[in-house]
């Protein structure tokens, strides 16, 4: 059986029998594949550490084509991201950024972009200062979605392509169904819309274009709970599997 190397990020772990482990690594070369890792949890093996959830990391297995579950030979660590596992905040969001990822139904396809954007998520993940974090979020699910080839449109409307968002003031018309915003000529009768803020708009606009502009959001006037309840519905048209990401329910029992 041919050995190959991959590199990926730990999604989640499941123990199985009295010492091994099957773990669910997203990877660059081939999307999600599940890991069979023999003796993970003996010491004598020293993967304890190596394989666990969020830690970026490099593997060679034994590759057999059409098969669900591949079986391990070595493991190595790229990145622990310490800084995640260290803060309940930071655990929580990178938590949901990997849910998000994890719940997708894309199989074993190679996303080389996407896997790059969930590094550089993690990365400022365990940096960002914290007021950023939320922001961080939407920026990443925004983002991914593009990468999969459904970004929401913000600026034109999703019908007429006119550009509403440039001279939009007060509320706006967004269509989850239709995957935008709308214009007021656009409008079906009996459609269902929401309606966020011209402000909202351009903030998730922003936060659209780049990890890197996140700290470029005005933090006062960005508010989560409405930027999620207007982007959750629209996932769950769009991203197959999506559902409430569980993260951001335990961060809420939190107090978050
Ligand atoms: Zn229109």
């Not at 929580?92 to 719940?103: D, M, N, P, V």
């Not at 896997?115 to 983002?143: E, T």
Request: with cysteine.
């Amino acid at each position: 059986m041919p050995l190959s190397k991959a590199e990926g990020v730990v999604l989640r772990g499941i123990k199985f029998g009295e010492t091994s482990k099957i773990v669910a690594l997203y990877t660059k070369e081939l999307g999600k594949i599940n890991l069979m890792v023999k003796g993970a949890r003996s010491p004598r093996r020293g993967l304890a550490s190596t394989l666990q959830f969020l830690s970026h990391i490099g593997v060679v297995y034994y590759f057999k084509e059409g098969r669900g579950l591949q079986f391990l030979s070595q493991a190595h660590l790229i990145n622990p991201f310490w800084e995640i596992k260290g803060n309940l905040e930071r655990f929580l969001i990178a938590s949901a950024g990997t849910e998000f990822i994890s719940r997708l139904q894309i199989g074993q396809q190679s996303h080389p972009d996407l896997f790059l954007l969930l590094i550089n998520f993690l990365d400022r993940g365990g940096n960002i200062a914290p007021q950023y974090l939320k922001p961080l979020l939407v920026s990443f699910l925004l983002q991914a979605s593009q990468l999969l080839g459904y970004g929401p449109s913000f600026s034109r409307c999703i019908h007429c392509e006119r550009d509403i968002l440039s001279q939009g003031e007060g509320d706006l018309l967004f269509s989850p169904e239709g995957g935008g915003v709308i214009c007021n000529e656009c409008v079906k009768r009996n459609g269902y819309y929401l309606k966020p803020s011209a402000d909202l708009i351009r903030a998730l606009k922003l936060l659209s274009s780049g990890l890197e502009r996140v700290e470029e959001v005005g933090i006062n006037d960005f508010d989560f709970g409405s930027a999620y309840r207007l982007l959750n519905p629209f996932w769950e048209y769009y991203a197959p599997g999506y559902r409430n990401l569980k993260s951001l329910e335990v961060w809420q029992e939190v107090g978050g």
